[in-house]
């Protein structure tokens, strides 16, 4: 009995012991227990890995992150040379309140008066005038500026421990009325060869589905599908991905904000560490997959893109009229609104064939 008894607590002291030492699962309470994930850099400093600042391209205190690449005559003159035809795409999708929008973001047009002024003088000019309340930077065919997306490392509420684009933290970055630091009005305008990749035409689809995750299998099958096998990508180059969701706009907006097709960790890495690509950008509302095949990622790619690297990400994109003229290298125009303290920016890209 006594055997019996001593055997059984023993065992039980083992396993509680071994419960006990059991690694804790990744979890935002454990994120330290997430290195070896895909959007963990090296040492887990922070939740995505080592800590990123200063910048190792732009230097301690730059706010315009990849867009000063197109400061350098070279990448600008890179982009000049695609536009050999003559042929101007429109990019972007137009303003209004019915588009999808994403959480409890809205977009509201007024026109005060019809007319709103007038008549002045004896040829009676009258005229109209608008009221906009919306997220300026954050509907539509929008960009993702730098101040945009961050890291908290330290508990809830310590702004010095919320880490933004080269180091920047919630303190020296957050204001009610407009951020003082990494605001859109710091970017550059942007001049740049586009690469267009169409990866629904590489899954044989007229149109991904959420939770699908682009690879850089598939980059290479787009390549070699649009005759690009070898492609030399630069610095400074924009990268966009077609994947049909865009077809949603305006005909499912349920769905087209339930998820979406995108780019995982392989796909954005390669675009930091070895394109150095100076915009990213796609026709679905966030670029990189959601929902992720990680559970524990919330917009992890996000991270990976804007804090640690600066890289601006252009969303919502219209690339249908590009697909259909097979136009797969272009040259792309686009001026972020310099609108001071933004987080990002509408606007109207285009394309130059």
Known sequence: ????????????????????????????????????????????????????????????????????????????????????????????????????????RKFSLRIPGTPTGGPFGANKVIWHDEFLAT??????????????????????????????????????????????KLGTEKLHPIVARGILLDIAAVRGVEMMEAGDEITMADVEAALEKQGMAGFAFEEGDAVFFHTGWGKLWNVDNDKFNSGEPG???????????????????????????????????????????????????????YLDELVADRVWTFMYVYSPVPIVGATGSIGAPVAID
């Open 135 to 180: 997220e300026i930077g954050q509907v539509g065919t929008q960009f993702d500026g730098l101040g945009h997306i961050g890291v908290m490392i330290g508990g809830p509420g310590d702004k010095d421990q919320m880490r933004f684009y080269n180091g920047f933290t919630e303190t020296e970055v957050g204001d009610a009325y407009g951020l003082k």
């Open 1 to 104: 009995m006594w055997r019996s008894t001593t055997a059984v607590a023993l065992a039980t002291a083992i396993l509680a012991l071994g419960t006990s030492g059991a690694r804790a699962e990744c979890s935002p309470e454990n994120w330290r227990e997430c290195k070896g994930k895909p959007w963990v850099i090296g040492e887990p400093e922070t939740p995505i890995g080592e800590k990123w600042w200063p910048n190792p391209l732009w230097g301690e205190g730059d706010e315009a992150g990849s867009t000063n690449w197109y400061t350098k005559p070279e990448v600008v003159m890179r982009a000049v040379a695609e536009a050999d035809r003559g042929k101007v795409y429109r990019l972007g999708r137009p303003y209004e309140a019915k588009m999808p929008l994403f959480g409890a």
């Open 263 to 317: 780019i995982g960790m392989e796909v954005a890495r390669w675009l930091t560490d070895e394109v150095k690509a100076g915009v990213v950008g796609a026709d679905t509302w966030a670029t990189e997959v959601v929902p992720n095949p990680d559970p524990a990622c919330a917009f992890c790619i996000h991270q990976h893109l804007i804090p640690r690297h600066g890289l601006v990400n252009q969303e919502n994109m």
